[in-house]
């Protein structure tokens, strides 16, 4: 008898877990939430599969990196020219726009220190850099992703810290709801936790800001204003994201003004 | 005058640099050297990337990642079937042959708790999980580019060590030469530098072995033995070094034998 009852409760207790479970997962903010960390790893990953592609193809161009902008201009460089008997000045004008600077690459190539290319080593070098150019692609159609989304289910709020920021707030947060809970005080130092602690266990100076200093209104102000212009920022965001999650109105345009002509203020 | 004598040495000494650097690069094992830390950095990002979708996707299909054997054969279920609408027996056998588990599978996917998926977010988390196996084949083909030049460059060591542990230690060492000008014992403790140091400074027990760990011989021989087995293994490594810097006999093969003998005895 005993037995039996514990078996039913057993069943109950699972039902219920799943049925919170299944709550959990339904808003649509837990994707926007998981595309936003796979966006900050696609960052990471690209930096460090960039950096072993230069290493590797300084052996055999060591000159190239200084003379080119922009890491997708050196990788497609790479990927499509890869060894130096290719740089000529139009087969780099076809990647690269700059006309100078184009010249000065194609004269640098014919007097470079570097040591040759096998034809099996260059195969691998400009694969691996069109990997890696193909993955910044992804990465910007993410990005895009999460900007029609955050657009959609948090407008104000996006308005006010723009998409990626503010899924970065989101992430952190948990969910929709409870970024709407939170009190601004929360929302300014979320990110800090390490810095917030500190201050309450030992007395250290409280942080300023969390994540929200990526903010660029943040940083336009002087640095003694920016504790100040942070609260401000929390106070808009928190509003905003009340806003956003229990009514419908869009007030998102208003707090974002009365923020900018704070920051003016503060400059 | 004093100038131009100082403009002199300056010149000279540059040119006397240039010719070192070139020296330094015109080796093949550089490129072997290069490709082994390209290597493991794209594991690392395979992973986390793998992680990154595991994550995403399970809001949608949370059943599958334990019904599925292997990363790759999730990734690929994730890029080309994605919504669970799609997971029938057919569509799972044509990417995984376990009829068995295609079947349960395709049950799962009936009647799984995760949230539906709207095409915008099925698309984002398919072409991830494609880029996600393209990186995996990346990783296949330089790993037999490695193999095939390490094959090249230091045969007996390879047929010793195996390609990427082979490639390992020479990417720790530098170079073929100062490989070879090693002794065993140092090559028995590559990659354990820490240990090492922490014996040579506090007089904490010596380590047993660096990065030959990852051999399969010392592997398979019993605990208390392993000190002993890592200690041949760098003898005969060391050995091997120094047959492919200097001279042009090949005695990988007898090497290896002794050494199996070595682990039998050992086991």
């Not at 008898?1 to 837990?30: A, C, F, N």
Request: proline fraction near 3%; charged fraction near 35%.
């Amino acid at each position: 008898m005993q037995r039996k009852k514990i078996e039913k409760l057993r069943k109950e207790l699972i039902q219920k877990t799943k049925k919170k479970v299944i709550e959990h997962y339904k808003g649509r903010d837990i994707h926007i939430i998981r595309a936003v960390n796979t966006l900050e790893d696609i960052d990471s990953v690209f930096n460090l599969l960039f950096e072993d592609i230069r290493e590797w193809y300084s052996v055999h161009f060591p000159e190239l990196e200084r003379l080119v902008k922009g890491n997708e201009t050196y990788l497609m460089l790479v990927a499509k020219l890869c060894n130096r008997t290719e740089f000529n000045k139009e087969n780099i004008l076809a990647y690269y726009s700059n006309k100078e600077q184009a010249e000065k690459i194609a004269k640098t190539a014919k007097k470079s220190i570097g040591s040759p290319l096998k034809e099996k080593d260059s195969k691998r070098i400009s694969k691996l850099a069109e990997k890696c150019l193909s993955l910044k692609k992804q990465r910007n159609a993410l990005c895009s992703y999460i900007e029609s989304e955050m657009q959609k289910q948090m407008p104000a709020f996006t308005s006010i810290a723009g998409a990626i920021l503010g899924a970065r707030l989101l992430s952190e947060a948990g969910s929709i709801e409870k970024l709407a809970m939170m009190p601004s005080s929360t929302i300014q130092v979320i990110g800090a936790e390490k810095a917030l602690f500190r201050h309450l266990k030992t007395g250290s100076k409280p942080p300023k800001h969390g994540i929200i200093f990526q903010h660029p209104l943040l940083r336009r102000v002087k640095r003694k204003n920016r504790g100040k212009m942070a609260r401000t920022l929390a106070n808009k965001l928190s509003i905003a994201a009340k806003e956003d999650f229990f009514g419908k109105k869009n007030n998102g345009k208003k707090l974002l003004e009365e923020l900018e002509k704070k920051a003016r203020e503060l400059q």
